[in-house]
C-alpha cells in the first residue's frame, strides 16, 4: 500500500466512533481486501466465567473489516453500508490474545459488493469465525 | 382439605426477579461497555440501548455502526434466552434467585451463528429490541431478535440465531 493510502485508511477508522471505541487497527486496506485488529480488552467480554469476547464484538470487528474491503474495491465509487451480515463462531477466542479479521470482496455490481471474512486469534491455522456479507455500493 | 399457602406479596417476587435479572445483565461486560439495559414486564423483556456517540458508525449520515446494532441484537437473543429458562427454573424452585444474586450466575447460551439484516440505517437515537424465542431444546436453540426506534412497526433491524444451550447438572 501506497503511503497515501495508508493514510486515507487510517483517517477511515479515525473517523468511525464506534470502531474507534472498540480499539481497531487496520493493518491493511486496498484492491477490496481489508485487514484489522482488535486487542483484548476485559470491557470486551461476554462471559465472564471464562473471560471470553462477546461475540457482538467480534461481530463489529468483522462488519467494520468488510464493510473496509468493499469500500477499497477498485469498482466502489466509496460509500457502503450493511445489507445483511451472517457470522459462525467456531470456536471461542482465547483470552488475553488480540483477533485480527481478513475480509475479502470477492464479487462487486453496480449495487451490491459480496464479501466474505475470517478472523483469527493467535491460533491463525484454527478461525474463531467466518462471515459473510452483502452490502450496499454508493458514492461518496 | 388442605390450607392453601397465602401466596407472597407482590412486593417480595418483583423484587427476587429484578435482583436475578440485574445480577445476569451486570454479569456480562459487554453488556455495560454497549450501555444496554433490560425493562422487564412479567416475564416479557425490552432490551434499551441508550444513544452514544461511540455507537456511530458512519459519522456523516449520522448512522449507528452496524457492529453495535448486531452487538445489541446478540445481547438481545442471548439475555431472552437465558431469561426463559432462568424464569421457569425460578418458579419451579428448582434454582435459588438468591445464588445468582451472590454471584454464582448461571452458564450462559453460546452463540453458534448470527445473521442480520439491516432493513434502514440507524438513527442517532435509543434502540429498542424484543427477543423470540422460537424453539428451546436440550441442547440448540433458535431465536429471532427484532429492534426498533422511533417506531415499532418499523425495525431497523433483526435477526436469527442459533446457540448451544449450557449443559444443565442433573
Same mark, same amino acid.
Given at each position: 500500500m501506497t503511503d497515501a493510502k495508508t493514510k486515507i485508511a487510517q483517517q477511515f477508522m479515525q473517523a468511525l466512533p464506534h470502531a474507534r471505541a472498540l480499539g481497531m487497527r487496520l493493518v491493511s486496506m486496498g484492491d477490496g481486501q481489508a485487514e484489522i485488529a482488535m486487542d483484548y480488552d476485559p470491557r470486551?467480554?461476554? =462471559?465472564?466465567?471464562?473471560?471470553?469476547?462477546?461475540?457482538?464484538?467480534?461481530?463489529? @470487528?468483522? =462488519?467494520? #473489516? #468488510?464493510g473496509a474491503a468493499a469500500m477499497s474495491h477498485p469498482a466502489s465509487p466509496g460509500g457502503t453500508a450493511t445489507i445483511d451480515l451472517r457470522i459462525d463462531y467456531m470456536r471461542p477466542a482465547t483470552p488475553g490474545q488480540r483477533i485480527r479479521a481478513h475480509a475479502d470482496c470477492y464479487h462487486i455490481t453496480r449495487s451490491v459488493a459480496f464479501v466474505r471474512a475470517r478472523a483469527m486469534d493467535e491460533d491463525e491455522a484454527r478461525p474463531v469465525a467466518t462471515a459473510t456479507g452483502t452490502? !450496499?455500493?454508493?458514492?461518496? | 382439605m388442605? &390450607? %392453601? !399457602? %397465602?401466596?407472597?406479596?407482590?412486593?417480595?417476587?418483583?423484587?427476587?426477579? =429484578?435482583?436475578? @435479572?440485574? &445480577?445476569l445483565v451486570e454479569g456480562v461486560p459487554y453488556i455495560g461497555f454497549l450501555g444496554v439495559q433490560f425493562d422487564r414486564r412479567g416475564d416479557e423483556l425490552t432490551a434499551l440501548m441508550p444513544f452514544e456517540e461511540k455507537l456511530i458508525g458512519n459519522p456523516l449520515l449520522p448512522a449507528l455502526h452496524g457492529g453495535a446494532t448486531a452487538a445489541f441484537l446478540e445481547i438481545t437473543a442471548i439475555i431472552g434466552l437465558s431469561w426463559g429458562m432462568l424464569w421457569e427454573e425460578i418458579e419451579s424452585g428448582a434454582f435459588d434467585p438468591e445464588a445468582i444474586v451472590g454471584g454464582k450466575l448461571p452458564r450462559l447460551p453460546k452463540t453458534i451463528d448470527f445473521t442480520v439484516d439491516y432493513l434502514r440505517s440507524g438513527l442517532p437515537r435509543d434502540a429498542y429490541a424484543r427477543a423470540q424465542v422460537n424453539r428451546s431444546g436440550r441442547r440448540y436453540a433458535s431465536v429471532h431478535v427484532e429492534a426498533w426506534q422511533d417506531n415499532r412497526s418499523r425495525p431497523f433491524a433483526q435477526a436469527t440465531g442459533?446457540? @448451544?444451550?449450557p449443559r444443565r447438572d442433573g
Open positions: 470486551f467480554v461476554g =462471559d465472564p466465567e471464562t473471560g471470553v469476547i462477546h461475540g457482538g464484538a467480534v461481530s463489529a @470487528l468483522m =462488519d467494520t #473489516c #468488510c452490502f !450496499t455500493v454508493e458514492g461518496k | 388442605m &390450607a %392453601r !399457602t %397465602r401466596p407472597e406479596p407482590v412486593q417480595v417476587v418483583k423484587q427476587r426477579r =429484578d435482583a436475578a @435479572l440485574k &445480577a442459533h446457540f @448451544l444451550m
